[in-house]
């Protein structure tokens, strides 16, 4: 079931690896069919994924139909399509600037007129949880409220939007801002946007974030 979004899945994780978002089988993606979910396979390089190695599961995580077994993250991914309606898909990187701002626990300071609209002010970081735990999936869920990104503290990135393509232009949009952010703070102090400009821009982002 599903062949033509098994593809477009797969075609998304060639994008993630092209615009160095991942290396390797790390991060994962899924995407929302229905009342099911069409996610990655664990384990399995980029390179080497064909689109049957997609597997699709429920919204209880029952493997519905797939040889291979979901990306070990399918709880964080099911955690947010249970909690935000308007979610269609869910793109989890491991991108550098990204990861560095995970890692240095700060939350990315709304700098970019072009980047609260997409994300919303302030993206936070995630409380510390071991990856593949229920625990990183509450962890985001929390950090990503009113929001359409999170940093995952000391592990990466997940952007989450109504639909594949947008969600991984996203996740390049935060990496951007994470990048411009950190190579500013190198040279002096980041100003922030104004906080009449944050709230309109966030009013937008509201708007917007279930398109
Ligand atoms: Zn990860």
Do not use: F
Request: hydrophobic letters at 40%; charged letters at 25%.
């Amino acid at each position: 079931m599903y062949e033509d979004t098994k593809k477009e899945l797969l075609e998304i994780c060639q994008k993630m690896v092209e615009k160095d978002l991942v290396i390797g089988s790390s991060g994962n993606a899924s995407v929302r069919v229905d009342d099911y979910i069409v996610i990655t396979p664990s384990s399995i390089h980029y390179a080497d994924m064909k689109a049957d190695d997609m597997v699709v599961i429920d919204l209880d995580g029952e493997v519905i139909e797939g040889t291979r077994n979901p990306s070990v993250e399918w709880q964080m991914h099911l955690e947010l399509y249970n909690t935000r309606s308007v979610v269609g898909a869910v793109v989890h990187t491991h991108s550098i600037y990204a990861s560095a701002m995970a890692v240095l626990n700060e939350s990315l300071p709304p700098i970019i007129d072009e980047t609260v609209p997409k994300l919303g002010s302030h993206i936070r970081v995630t409380e510390y949880a071991i990856p593949g735990t229920k625990q990183l999936g509450a962890n985001v869920r929390k950090a990503i409220e009113d929001r359409s990104a999170a940093l995952i503290a000391n592990h990466g990135a997940v952007c989450i939007a109504k639909t594949l393509e947008k969600a991984l232009h996203l996740a390049m949009v935060l990496e951007r801002t994470c990048k411009i952010y950190m190579i500013s703070k190198q040279i002096g102090t980041p100003k922030h946007l104004p906080d009449e400009v944050v709230e309109d821009e966030q009013d937008l982002w509201e708007m917007m974030s279930g398109y």
